[in-house]
T-cell receptor, first 113, second 114 residues
């Protein structure tokens, strides 16, 4: 079982460039989410989805877009990268019911120069 | 609004010492869930425990134990006889009853020296 797979693991972007962080899970989890981790701030929720075709904003959504066309995939798009988006990004998935634990991907370390 | 506070930014102990990591939370919900995650130097997030707001029993798993007290809105984590492999960042998190959105504390860096 692969669990939650994120690609790429590392990425350097120039300011203004766009890119997509990929996230895929093979556990048939309804709930998927994206977090960013910054020093001293823990993880903060960017966007989440409770199922295919349904997405919503989290705490820090500005500058990011998401879509959920299938249960398995939940890509995160940076429209025009800014240095403030330098961070480590984690994708997570979980069963929707009963607040089971979230399974996290390995993370993507993004640097915007 | 929900909030999780981990006041200890960094703790250093010597191997075999016991250490307690503090977690204080705020929520208006009567039903909620609390979690602890471990982030070792390799960077992944490892689930340790989940507790719902109606279950105040303390839990022990090997060298790990958790003390949940609703009266003080705390969910503290104790490692007994710490080992170097326990060195990591530990996150406490809270989620509301409906939905699985996690609110994380800032994390506590634990350094265990041999």
């Amino acid at each position: 079982n692969a669990g939650v797979t994120q690609t790429p693991k590392f990425q350097v972007l120039k300011t203004g460039q766009s890119m997509t962080l990929q996230c895929a899970q093979d556990m048939n989890h309804e709930y998927m989410s994206w977090y960013r981790q910054d020093p001293g701030m823990g993880l903060r929720l960017i966007h989440y989805s409770v199922g295919a075709g349904i997405t919503d904003q989290g705490e820090v959504p500005n500058g990011y877009n998401v879509s959920r066309s299938t249960t398995e995939d939940f890509p995160l798009r940076l429209l025009s990268a800014a240095p403030s988006q330098t961070s480590v990004y984690f994708c997570a998935s979980s069963l929707r019911t009963r607040n089971t634990e979230a399974f996290f991907g390995q993370g993507t370390r993004l640097t915007v120069v | 609004a929900q909030k999780v506070t981990q006041a200890q930014t960094e703790i250093s102990v010597v191997e075999k010492e016991d250490v307690t990591l503090d977690c204080v939370y705020e929520t208006r919900d009567t039903t909620y869930y609390l979690f602890w995650y471990k982030q070792p130097p390799s960077g992944e997030l490892v689930f340790l425990i989940r507790r719902n707001s109606f279950d105040e029993q303390n839990e022990i798993s090997g060298r790990y134990s958790w003390n949940f007290q609703k009266s003080t809105s705390s969910f503290n984590f104790t490692i007994t006889a710490s080992q170097v492999v326990d060195s990591a960042v530990y996150f406490c998190a809270l989620s509301e009853a409906l939905g699985n959105k996690l609110v994380f504390g800032a994390g506590t860096i634990l350094r265990v020296k041999s």
